[in-house]
């Protein structure tokens, strides 16, 4: 059984830039959310997508934005970035909307300069 | 506000120690209270959660204290070990589902040999 898988593991951005983060979610599980975890504090939750649709959002202006494709991998996209998005970003995947629990990626660590 | 507040920031334990971390919340909708185990470089590991129909929920060394009226609840962890070092994350949701997690702050845990 594979875990959620994330890719990059590091990036550096110019400040306005646009990025694109991968998750492969573990096999079976058809939801997937994000999490941006800044240094040294807890995951906020950026949004989840359930079946190629995004069923929830947290508080993030729509810059932050997302894909499902149907085999239920996933793209968390942000455009015009800030110094401040810089941050662990973390993939979670689960089946059932997280009702049997969630499995964490080990984060792509953006850095914009 | 959908807040959940965490205690202490860090904390230090003798090996075979008792390691307490508290955390607080306001919503009262809130129906699932799950703690994560972080270690550096890691996402967050699900390590045992509870329902407020329970007051108490033991797993191995892992306890979850739970006192609906206060809305507080906390994570013991008995003979602390070395290994046990890492960031340690309460979370909420709703809807028993285990959704949209809010996190704590996170509890940075030293366990010295």
């Known amino acids: 059984e594979t875990g959620v898988t994330q890719s990059p593991t590091h990036l550096i951005k110019t400040r306005g830039q646009q990025v694109t983060l991968r998750c492969s979610s573990q096999?079976?599980?058809?939801?997937v959310s994000w999490y941006q975890q800044a240094l040294g504090q807890g995951p906020q939750f950026i949004f989840q997508?359930?079946?190629?649709?995004?069923?929830g959002r947290g508080n993030f202006p729509p810059r932050f934005s997302g894909l499902q494709f149907p085999n239920y991998s996933s793209e968390l996209n942000v455009n015009a970035l800030e110094l401040d998005d810089s941050a662990l970003y973390l993939c979670?995947?689960?089946?059932?909307?997280?009702?049997?629990?969630?499995?964490f990626g080990s984060g792509t660590r953006l850095t914009v300069v | 506000q959908q807040q959940v507040k965490q205690s202490p920031q860090s904390l230090i334990v003798q090996k075979g120690g008792i390691s307490i971390i508290n955390c607080a919340y306001e919503?009262?909708?809130?129906?699932?209270f799950p703690w994560y185990q972080q270690f550096p470089g890691k996402g967050p590991a699900l390590l045992i959660a509870?329902?407020?129909?329970?007051s108490e929920k033991k797993e191995g060394r892992f306890t979850i204290s739970f006192n609906k009226s206060a809305k507080q609840f906390s994570l013991h962890i008995m003979d602390s070990q070395p290994g046990d070092s890492a960031t340690y994350f309460c979370?909420?949701?709703?809807?028993?589902?285990?959704?949209?997690?809010?996190f704590g702050g996170g509890t940075r845990l030293m366990v010295k040999p």
């Open positions: 979670a995947s689960s089946l059932g909307q997280g009702k049997f629990g969630y499995t």
């Open positions: 979370a909420a949701s709703l809807n028993n589902a285990g959704n949209m997690l809010t």
């Open positions: 997508y359930y079946r190629e649709e995004e069923n």
């Open positions: 096999s079976g599980h058809n939801t």
């Open positions: 919503n009262t909708a809130f129906d699932y």
């Open positions: 509870i329902r407020p129909d329970v």
